[in-house]
């Protein structure tokens, strides 16, 4: 199973259920592999079914509070977190997973206590740490952050967090005010981990900021063969094609996230100044409407900026 061969470990759970129909282990086994599947209504009666025959099973338990959470009643997988803590209090593992729970559900101070009673259990864990770096990040405390998430980096450069957490110490360092770092650390990010989606986005966010338009643009166009379907990441792609001047490819990221993601006030704004640049009021006013009805003040000010949109801007009515 841990090897992904999950046809062979099917047959094996199985063998083992059929020597003893109640083997909660081999269960669980199977529930997991539903689970990875996509079967999680399957998942959960496989669970349920070892519950049934070991109702003192702290791993079923925590299998099912996992199944909940994926579900998204944090209550319930809360709940079933401590009933398994109640009966052995001393596995890092559920504690891990009550303290995801927890963080989930924002209650990052109690998230908090739970990652600190893993450590407490197994120094050398690299999930503690990086979710402690996560908890007290998200209470303002960001000394301590910084300094979980490089613990986490020095236990095991493996990790398959490794690359997140890079990612997670950049965005630290940012709201700590000091954007080299941060740049820094996404750039480390981004060579760690070909896949990592956050780090390039951000990372690409700076280099916009600094006018270093053609990286930007590669890093956006990596972060959307990652995610087709991204709305943040398509819409800086689109303002950052149309700064360096490829009006076609801005389009054609902006119209994708008007399609996909009415709400943004961005896309129509761009599209407005697009075609305004190009002579073309009737469709720019249009688009521009939209834009100031859909972000209001906020679309006013960006709209400023582009001097095609001058003329019609002037002639726009104030939002209510």
Known sequence: MREGKLDLAVAEFEKALALYSHDSDALLGLAGIAAMRGNRREAEHLTQVALASNPDFPPAL???????????????????YREALALDDASPGLYLGLGDCLARAGQHAEAEKAFR????????????????GVSTSQQGRFDEAVASYEKALTLDPKHALYAAALNNLGTVQLDRGDKAQA???????????PPQLEARYNLASQYLEQNRLDDAIRLLEEAARLAPNHEMVHARLGRAYMLKGRGEDAYRALALVRRLHPENWYAPLGMAALHAANVRPDEARKLLDDALRLGGENARAEAAGYPALTPLLSAAPAPD
């Open 62 to 80: 925590a299998q099912l509070a996992d199944l909940r959470r994926d579900a998204g009643d944090l209550g319930d997988a809360i709940r079933l």
């Open 117 to 132: 009673r893993v450590i407490s259990l197994e120094p050398d864990s690299f999930e503690a740490y990086y979710n402690l």
């Open 183 to 193: 740049i820094a650390r996404w750039e480390e990010a981004v060579k760690a981990s």
